[in-house]
Nanobody, 130 residues
Framework: QLQLVESGGGLVQPGGSLRLSCVAS????????IGWFRQVPGKEREGVSC????????YYADSVKGRFTISRDDAKNTVYLQMNNLSPEDTAVYYC???????????????????????WGRGTQVTVSS
C-alpha cells in the first residue's frame, strides 16, 4: 500500500529552522518526482519545492528561494525539506506528494500543479510565531 508520512512540523519562532521529513512506503522514491506543498485555510495549496527523480533538477517557489532546501535519501526512501529563516508567512500545513515522471511533466509542472496525478501525505503543521 502506497503511503507518504510527513513529520518534523511544530512551533518555531521567527528566524528559526525546521526540517521536515517525508517517509515513503509502497514505492521507491528514486522512481518518483517528490514535492513539498503547503496550504493555509481558505487558500489554495501551493508548491513549495519539488525534486526530480530523473535528473538533479529542483524547483523552489520564489517565496522560499534561498531559505528552503529539498533533498532526498533514496536509500531511506525519504525526502527532506530544510527550512531556515522562517517567517510567520510560512505558517501552513505542509504536504509531501509523489508523481510518476512523464514526458509532459517536470519539477516546474509538478510544483505548479499543471499536469498529472499526485499521491499525497496527510500533512504536518508548521507554525511560525513569537
Amino acid at each position: 500500500q502506497l503511503q507518504l508520512v510527513e513529520s518534523g512540523g511544530g512551533l518555531v519562532q521567527p528566524g528559526g529552522s525546521l526540517r521536515l521529513s517525508c517517509v515513503a512506503s509502497g514505492f521507491k522514491t528514486q522512481y518518483r518526482n517528490i514535492g513539498w506543498f503547503r496550504q493555509v485555510p481558505g487558500k489554495e495549496r501551493e508548491g513549495v519545492s519539488c525534486s526530480s527523480s530523473t535528473d538533479d533538477s529542483t524547483y523552489y517557489a520564489d517565496s522560499v528561494k534561498g531559505r528552503f532546501t529539498i533533498s532526498r535519501d533514496d536509500a531511506k526512501n525519504t525526502v527532506y525539506l530544510q527550512m531556515n529563516n522562517l517567517s510567520p508567512e510560512d505558517t501552513a500545513v505542509y504536504y509531501c506528494a509523489a508523481q510518476f515522471p512523464h514526458p509532459l511533466t517536470n519539477v516546474n509542472t509538478m510544483c505548479l500543479m499543471k499536469f498529472g496525478d499526485y499521491d499525497w501525505g496527510r500533512g504536518t503543521q508548521v507554525t511560525v510565531s513569537s
